[in-house]
């Protein structure tokens, strides 16, 4: 008994199972990309407020611990040496903004010291982060 001979099918790659890898592959760098949000400043626990926002433009970030440390951009500065790096900060970009973080238990003589520094350094967009509260 003979067999009859097929003709030999040529392989192809099947386009959808090929479009579902890809798809799941974008999602997942949809995703890293997402969670990976740009915080120059220290932890510290801040105060909540109902009616804070989120801002996305560069700044720079200054930071006081509960023990009383001055961070800019994670890196530890005293404070008789703020208002020279923020002068040097600002030669590049005078209309940088700058974020405070004050840790909620650090007194307010300290946040208003920084404060002052800040504007004594000629830079004039200053906003106090705070925690977003549901």
């Given at each position: ?56 433009e560069e700044y720079l970030s200054i930071s006081i611990t509960r023990d009383h440390r001055i ?36 007194p307010y003589e300290w946040v208003v010291r920084v404060l002052d ?18």
């Amino acid at each position: 008994m003979r067999l009859k001979e097929q003709p030999m099918r040529r392989g192809r790659i099947e386009m959808i199972p090929l479009i579902d890898v890809v798809f799941l592959l974008l999602i997942f760098f949809i995703y890293a990309m997402l969670s990976m949000t740009i915080h120059k400043g220290i932890p510290v626990l801040l105060p909540k407020a109902k009616t804070s926002l989120i801002d996305k433009e560069e700044y720079l970030s200054i930071s006081i611990t509960r023990d009383h440390r001055i961070f800019l951009d994670e890196r530890e500065v005293p404070m008789e040496g703020l208002l020279q790096r923020l002068r040097e900060r600002r030669e590049g970009k005078p209309q940088v903004r700058v974020f405070i973080s004050g840790d909620r238990r650090v007194p307010y003589e300290w946040v208003v010291r920084v404060l002052d520094t800040v504007r004594a350094s000629g830079l004039r967009k200053v906003s106090l982060e705070t925690h977003w509260k549901k």
